[in-house]
């Protein structure tokens, strides 16, 4: 664009005119504005029309380009924010997805877990089913072992009921008459040992017989099967008023089971009970 000097009306280069920061068609040659000046060569020019300065080199911008120029200086300094924010925004994000698949690893783990809970509490069922089946089982062949022990212990021994106590007596020479009454002979050595047990109410205590095996033990007892009724007077004198039960002796279930066999009997008017080899049966 053609200028021309404010004081001289001469053409005027852009580069070398001098302009006035206030009117920007104030432009002058320098030689135009010292010419008319009175201040020194190292005094700030001002503008002769104006009358205030200094007077620029550059040339004056509008307003439009110191609009534009702020809005450019003041918008840089925004779009670092904005970029920082963004940039926050997207950590954030990208944290949160991070975290959204650790809970979704979390989740399989758990899920995973869960199944193998499931399946050991299944196990452990099955175990302790499986080991209360065998506890019971153990316990059950256990208790038939020791009853079965019992028997073969108490196999060759005898229990008298109704021999009156004497002072004084000689458990085995009474085990002894016992024998003889019922017809059974016995030999030296045939009774191991003989001993009383104690007895409830003022009943006499029953005097069990040991004898040294179990076929020895049966003759007394097919003899007092034989005889029946088996009085005191006819085992010693001093026995008289008294009757002889002669038995086999019992484990503590085959006593129960016998109990409760007399009862029933009782009960339903049978009227036989008979026990052998440690069994109980009745008709």
């Not at 970029?83 to 991070?98: G, H, P, Q, T, V």
């Not at 000689?170 to 009383?196: M, N, T």
């Amino acid at each position: 664009m053609t200028q021309a000097c404010f004081a001289c009306k001469k053409f005027i280069a852009a580069a070398h005119a001098l302009h006035c920061i206030h009117v920007s068609k104030h432009i002058f040659h320098e030689d135009c504005v010292r010419s008319g000046s009175s201040r020194g060569d190292v005094a700030p020019l001002i503008c002769p029309v104006c009358g205030d300065g200094p007077l620029s080199r550059g040339p004056r911008m509008g307003r439009a380009a110191v609009s534009l120029a702020d809005e450019a200086s003041a918008s840089s300094p925004v779009s670092d924010s904005l970029r920082d924010a963004f940039a926050l925004l997207l950590e954030k994000i990208s944290n949160i997805e991070s975290r959204l698949d650790d809970l979704a690893a979390v989740k399989t783990q758990i899920t995973a877990l869960e199944g193998s809970h499931n399946r050991l509490e299944a196990r452990v069922v099955a175990l302790e089913a499986h080991s209360a089946s065998e506890r019971q089982i153990s316990t059950s062949s256990l208790g038939a072992r020791v009853e079965a022990l019992e028997r073969e212990r108490l196999n060759a021994e005898l229990i008298l009921f109704g021999v009156v106590e004497c002072p004084a007596e000689d458990p085995a020479k009474v085990a002894a008459g016992v024998a003889s009454a019922l017809g059974v002979g016995v030999s030296a050595g045939d009774i191991s040992a003989c001993f009383r047990i104690p007895a409830r109410g003022d009943r006499p205590r029953p005097l069990i017989v040991r004898l040294s095996s179990n076929g020895i033990r049966n003759k007394w007892i097919d003899g007092k099967r034989a005889r029946g009724v088996l009085e005191g007077s006819e085992v010693s004198p001093s026995l008289a008023g008294s009757r002889i039960d002669v038995n086999e002796r019992l484990t503590a279930s085959a006593r129960e089971v016998y109990g409760a066999a007399r009862r029933a009997v009782g009960e339903s008017g049978a009227v036989f009970i008979a026990r052998g080899s440690g069994m109980v049966s009745f008709t």
